[in-house]
């Protein structure tokens, strides 16, 4: 008896270690393009060209960085990065604040309101996040002229706010179903109306999908470049949109580490976003996850 439990002891061991083996595998085959991205980022042009991809650098330099943020050439303008780096954030904040704000109140509806047709409501909303976004992109250039705000940060907000209204009603939908409906209608009993429950009953218990939101949002708004390259014009344009012109710019010598100090800016409110918040991610995934 002791032998067979050491052998399946043993057996689960192996088991796991080669569990192990498997995924740190996957994530240094997933992690290499970052770090040939950040090693070559820190060489001068010098050592880029005779060297190897892997090499580390001899004389580390951070002047591709301060290049690529105030002095590469995005076309016609030798400016950097850095502009439309805050174009981005002045473009991702407002956008996921009011698409996390009115898909909280759309699952708040139709979970704890329901109204005749709010199943068809929610099923033709969910249906926007299946649209293909080449298919709306003439209506919306339409849309935006009629409104005044083409190649605006305005018009951006707006595009982005409503594409992604789709899916922050979704995640709240399916997180407030979990949600007891007793607690709301003892609340309208004792005379609460819509916008009290929902402030004092729903939204302390919003946290971890509100995050999910948040996270989803902002990765899906920064990392857009159709919507920025269609609906942006030069001094509005996000940084996904500056970083392809500083790579396909073709003046002078390619400088590979500038394009790469680039990259990695360009990446990093991403990077940090999902190492500081990824396993909140998760959890607020799958706190909805009860019913619905």
Known sequence: MDNVIRRRTVGARL???????????????????????????????????????LSLPQEPTLAPWAKAWGEACTGMR?????????????????AVLISTAIGALNGYALTKWRFKGSELVFALMLFG?????????????????WLGLSSSRAGLILVHVVFGIAFT????????????????????????GFFRIFWRIL?????????????????????????????????????????NNLVNTSTGVREYNV?????????????????????????GLTAGSVKG
């Open 15 to 53: 088991a796991r270690a080669a569990l192990y083996a498997v995924l740190l595998l996957a994530a240094l085959f997933y992690l290499l393009p970052l770090a040939v991205m950040l090693i070559t980022s820190l060489k001068p042009l010098a050592e880029i060209t005779p060297g190897t991809l």
């Open 78 to 94: 030798c400016e950097g990065v850095g502009v439309y780096f805050f174009n981005s954030i002045a473009i991702v904040v407002p």
């Open 129 to 145: 996040c299946f649209i293909p976004f080449q298919v709306v992109l003439l209506p919306m250039a339409q849309t935006l002229g």
């Open 169 to 192: 009603t979704l995640f709240f939908r399916n997180f407030y179903v979990a949600v007891p409906t007793e607690l709301v209608s003892a609340a309208k009993l004792d005379g609460a």
């Open 203 to 243: 939204l302390p218990v919003s946290a971890p999908i509100i995050v999910v939101s948040v996270i989803w949002q902002f990765t899906q708004i920064w990392n857009d470049f159709l919507f920025g390259v269609a609906f942006s014009a030069h001094n509005t344009q996000p940084v996904t949109v500056a970083l």
């Open 259 to 283: 394009d790469m100090a680039a990259a990695m800016i360009a990446a990093l409110p991403t990077l940090i976003v999902y190492v500081l918040a990824g396993k909140y991610f998760v959890r």
